[in-house]
């Protein structure tokens, strides 16, 4: 499938992490997410109703960003790519997450987790 949705740089801040300071202050996290599927019938039909709604992508994150507390970006990703999948029209998903300015030592500007998930 070459068909692709992506959403990049989606910006949250949020409360996860496994330290009781990033629970307590927080920090920024950048998600992507790339949906593959079929874009043959919207792209001809030019209808809403024929492919992935992004708004709704897009608050499916935010809500996960927002309303739960993780330990691990990994199960953040986890999360998120299974939400997305349960649009039975997307047959693979990848998501990123990235904690931005991880406390830990040294100079690096985020950690990121990729993963790929795919129907069935």
Do not use: W
């Amino acid at each position: 499938m070459n068909d692709v949705i992506r959403l990049q740089n989606m910006i949250f801040y949020g409360y996860h992490g496994v330290s009781a300071a990033e629970k307590e202050t927080g920090r920024r996290y950048e998600v992507d997410c790339e949906l593959f599927l079929d874009l043959t019938v919207p792209g001809k039909s030019d209808k809403l109703a024929d492919t992935v709604n992004y708004a709704a992508v897009y608050q499916a994150v935010e809500d996960i960003m927002n309303h739960k507390r993780y330990s691990l970006i990994e199960a953040i990703a986890e999360d998120i790519a299974q939400q997305i999948l349960s649009d039975v029209r997307i047959e693979q998903v990848v998501v990123r997450v990235r904690k931005m300015i991880p406390p830990i030592p040294g100079n690096l500007d985020h950690i990121e987790v990729e993963l790929k998930r795919t129907r069935g």
